[in-house]
């Protein structure tokens, strides 16, 4: 039992891999001032859920079916303001962890965490902090320089700056989906992480900057 130090966390999870929540559940089982309200399997099911319920801290897997994570980041911060967003995810996500914060996010951590860091990083963000594990300030310290040297769209991957340029051309979110033999629903993830990476908020900001960068004629 992980001692507790005040006031009782209510938390809401949500991540489509079932093992994963009742790891969760567990680890909040056990310590005395978390309190599970509810979880949900996907983004559209938390999004259903959340109205009514009196949440402190969302535990939040970025990669699940149906909504797109950066979408339920984004809604989740506009509508629920006062919930504080904490990303769970794979190691590799690592490179997207200040895009997270950037959408609204106030913690990230890797599933493989140990339950302590868990536990800490809940109690960080309830008490209106922010939670940067000391493995990512060291990357965010370090690769500062370099991104201070940056424009927004060098961050995109290739795919995502061919479907920046289609964007910025006028293209709609269909007929890009048409012409690269995607589904629509994976070129609007696309479009949503475009839009957390260059901090840009809409179509119309994508075409200016496209025109102004000289990426598109």
């Known amino acids: 039992m992980i001692s507790s130090p005040g006031k009782t966390i209510k938390i809401i999870i949500a991540d489509d891999h079932a093992m994963v929540r009742k790891g969760l559940i567990q680890i909040i089982d056990e310590t005395l001032d978390l309190q599970l309200i509810d979880q949900a399997g996907d983004g559209i099911e938390l999004l259903e859920k959340l109205p009514g319920q009196d949440v402190d801290v969302l535990l939040l897997d970025i990669n699940m079916p149906g909504q797109a994570g950066w979408e339920v980041i984004h809604k989740v911060h506009h509508d629920y ?44 963000v309830a008490d209106g902090g922010i939670y940067v594990s000391q493995k990512f300030a060291e990357k965010l310290v370090s690769g500062l320089k370099n991104d201070l040297d940056k424009a927004p769209h060098e961050d995109l991957s290739p795919r995502e700056l061919q479907i920046f340029c289609m964007i910025g051309s006028g293209k709609t979110l269909t007929e890009i989906a048409n012409e690269l033999n995607l589904g629509i629903g994976t070129v609007g993830t696309y479009r949503s992480r475009i839009l957390a990476k260059t901090t840009l908020k809409n179509n119309a900001q994508i075409t200016n900057y496209a025109f102004k960068n000289k990426l598109i004629q």
Do not use: C, H, M, W
Request: hydrophobic share 40%; proline share 5%; no cysteine.
């Open 81 to 124: 303001p006062s919930i504080k967003v904490v990303i769970l995810s794979i190691s590799s996500e690592e490179n997207y962890a200040k895009q997270f914060y950037k959408a609204g996010a106030v913690g990230y951590l890797t599933k493989d965490g140990a339950p302590e860091q868990l536990v800490e990083a809940i109690r960080k």
